[in-house]
């Protein structure tokens, strides 16, 4: 079985509390986009995960989507192992939920290989062991989301007429450490009905908490949204905690010429 995780954009992120458990109240529209790993099964006699693409460092032990497996492994008998196979194209700390893609991804494929029968409702609360935004990619549409990005509200917003750049530095961002920066705040317009008015209305009041001091910090990601909107982007934004940074363009963008703008960063256009 073979799939194909795909990333996500934040459209907008407010920071709207701490909570007493530690973690931070939330409030984004994620939005899919095509930018994607490989993620294939097979059967076989011994569990094996296998990479390539992209190196991923640390302990592959520790990787998501072994977790995924061995989260429903002990929960239902029916798994078996298997080899896993990812090609790794989506870039790493980068704010597009590439990990967590992936994790969600195995779920749902472990749910189909092994005829498991689990709800959508069964696969959300399974992934939101593993990520907060991994119920996201459960259901892999446009969504308001709150809480810590578990609490997910479908919502139609079309951006098809529209292409987008995402460029990614070599840039490792801590999450930890973003969080420490922003001051929360509740009282702001809502993002739902920012996202309701004419897209070149956004530049303005569709905000990414984290940008101003990422962006303060790591100026080199203040050039790269000012390049973007340079070329013509009518939006462009961090994404998640960064590094990633995405235009919205009207006109299609040549991918050979954003690579020969950015030449040292992960580029890609759709």
């Not at 061995?70 to 989506?90: C, E, P, T, V």
């Not at 996202?195 to 209305?201: F, G, K, L, V």
């Not at 009041?205 to 940008?211: A, G, I, K």
Request: proline letters at 5%; one cysteine or more; aromatic letters at 12%.
């Amino acid at each position: 079985m073979l799939q194909f995780p795909n990333c996500k954009i934040n459209l907008g992120l407010y920071i709207t509390s701490k909570r007493d458990d530690g973690y931070h109240d939330l409030e984004t529209i994620f939005y899919p986009l095509n930018c994607a790993d490989a993620l294939e099964i097979i059967r076989s006699e011994k569990l094996h995960f296998q990479t390539a693409g992209i190196e991923i460092p640390g302990d592959l032990e520790q990787n998501l989507i072994l977790k995924a497996y061995s989260l429903l492994k002990k929960m239902y008998h029916q798994i078996q192992a298997i080899d896993i196979f990812l090609l790794k194209k989506i870039p790493l700390g980068a704010g597009l939920g590439g990990g967590s893609s992936n994790a969600a991804f195995m779920l749902k494929m472990l749910n189909d290989f092994f005829e498991l029968k689990l709800s959508k409702n069964e696969l959300e609360n399974y992934a939101l062991q593993l990520g907060s935004d991994c119920p996201f990619f459960i259901e892999n549409k446009t969504a308001l989301a709150k809480g810590r990005g578990e609490q997910l509200w479908p919502i139609e917003l079309n951006l098809s007429a529209y292409h987008f750049v995402i460029i990614k530095p070599p840039i490792h961002i801590s999450t930890s450490w973003a969080f420490s920066q922003i001051k929360p705040c509740s009282q702001r317009k809502p993002l739902i009905e920012i996202i309701a008015q004419p897209i070149n209305t956004w530049e303005n009041e569709l905000v990414n908490d984290f940008e101003a001091p990422i962006m303060k910090s790591y100026p080199e990601i203040a050039i790269i949204k000012n390049r973007l909107k340079e070329c013509g982007a009518i939006y462009n934004s961090m994404s998640g905690s960064g590094s990633a940074v995405f235009g919205i363009f009207e006109e299609n963008q040549d991918l050979k010429k954003m690579q020969a703008l950015f030449p040292e960063y992960f580029v890609y256009v759709q």
